[in-house]
């Protein structure tokens, strides 16, 4: 039987089986409503907390300060929204960056529809924000800063600390985007000072569907939804139990196996991934910082290839990877975080995102490093862009 190697982490990680039986009772016999008095609703209610707590433990909020969503875009809307229709009598300028996952580009996009102006920071070639850019973008009708504390498609991760303590001497909010991060890096809002932050259960190990925003004490929102008043105001709708018990038992596992130095050992993995990569194939370019990027995050672009037919045919051997986002895959525009990062439009269409898992094993790595330069060749050797590739 052919080999298997998922590589996609970045755009989801299959339920842990810890994960799953934490789960189970709440979509069987505790199948009761988290706001009923009687029984089956204490019951659900008790899970429900328990949950929180882990959920605010992973990152060192207080409980108080985990508003469940329905999964990470739905978090940045409502810290973004949220805060804009909170804050607009102070200003109505939002910054963010040009790397930002849709979920945040495009609802800055849809808040400059309604009135807002939103200015989008630079990135260098290694995809980091131009920290002076942010400085000198400051206004003083500037009500939030937006930015993603490390990116889904290059794995860089931002200097958050000083993007922080720049927005905060001005007195402007922060929200991060810490859905790639939350659980593979060890992140402190307490240290950091931030004031929102979101965090997605699929990327740790938990359930799709389910999410967070971490609102920091005193931080004003306007919710998106509204309802029944669950969620501390900010999130009507009964209580995903099942999920929300889910996410709970993933930030376990996740602080688990970053107190075992867990995500050190994927790094580990992950160079011998990429410096393979490097010695095997010609025309090769790692994408995103070299090291301020994700332990389990491997980026690189081929030059005189079609990343689209490299997918198909790592598919075919049993790989599973991406090209760019999960959202972009599957379309021919070149990615806009690949775009931001001063790469041509032509080398971005060769790029390649293998990203490894908890189970990911050196086998793993050994056999990805024997299938894909025959890969690249093969598809270059057929490609009238190989052709080029003999000229030069
Ligand atoms: C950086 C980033 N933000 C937000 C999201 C959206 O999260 P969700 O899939 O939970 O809606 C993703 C998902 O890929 C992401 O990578």
């Not at 979920?103 to 260098?124: R, S």
């Not at 370019?285 to 198909?312: K, N, Y």
């Not at 990615?335 to 990062?341: G, I, Q």
Request: net charge negative; charged share 25%; with cysteine.
């Amino acid at each position: 039987m052919k080999r298997k190697v998922y590589m996609d982490h970045s755009a989801t990680t299959p339920l842990a089986s810890e994960v799953l039986e934490a789960m189970e009772p709440y979509l069987k016999e505790t199948f009761g409503n988290p706001n009923s008095i009687h029984a089956w609703g204490r019951e659900a209610r008790k899970a429900v907390s328990e949950a929180r707590n882990k959920i605010a433990e992973l990152i060192n909020g207080e409980a108080r300060e985990i508003i469940i969503t329905g999964g990470g875009s739905e978090a940045d809307n409502l810290a973004i929204k949220g805060s804009a229709f909170a804050l607009q009598d102070k200003g109505r300028h939002i910054i963010t960056s040009a790397i930002e996952h849709h979920a945040v580009l495009d609802t800055c996009d849809w808040l400059q529809k309604m009135g807002f102006e939103v200015t989008v920071l630079p990135v260098d070639s290694n995809g980091i924000v131009d920290l002076e850019e942010l400085k000198r973008s400051i206004r003083n009708d500037t009500i939030l800063v937006t930015i993603m504390y490390a990116n889904n498609e290059v794995g860089t991760i931002q200097p958050v600390k000083e993007i922080i303590n720049i927005a905060k001497e001005r007195g402007v909010r922060v929200h991060l985007d810490g859905v790639q991060a939350v659980g593979h890096i060890p992140v402190d809002v307490k240290e950091l000072n931030v004031d929102l932050m979101t965090l997605s259960a699929h990327k740790m190990y938990g359930p799709k569907g389910v999410g967070a925003l971490y609102v920091k004490k005193g931080t004003k929102l306007v919710p998106l939804v509204h309802g029944g008043g669950q969620e501390y105001n900010l999130r009507s709708g009964t209580e995903n139990t099942a999920g929300i018990v889910g996410f709970g038992a993933a930030s376990e596992l996740a602080k688990r196996r970053l107190e075992n130095g867990e995500h050190l050992k994927e790094a580990q993995l992950r160079d011998k991934l990429l410096s393979g990569i490097m010695k095997k194939i010609p025309h090769a370019h790692i994408t995103g910082h070299p090291t301020q990027r994700l332990p389990f995050h491997a980026s690189v672009c081929f030059d005189f290839i079609e990343g689209e037919s490299l997918l198909l045919r790592l598919d075919a051997e049993g790989i599973g990877a991406s090209s760019g986002s999960a959202c972009t895959s599957g379309s021919l525009e070149a990615s806009h975080v690949l775009l931001a990062m001063g790469i041509s439009h032509e080398r971005a269409h060769g790029s390649l995102r293998l990203t490894l898992g908890k189970d990911t094993t050196e086998e793993d790595i050994d056999y990805i490093l024997e299938i894909l330069p025959k890969v690249v060749e093969d598809l270059r050797a057929l490609s009238p862009l190989g052709k080029d590739m003999n000229k030069r």
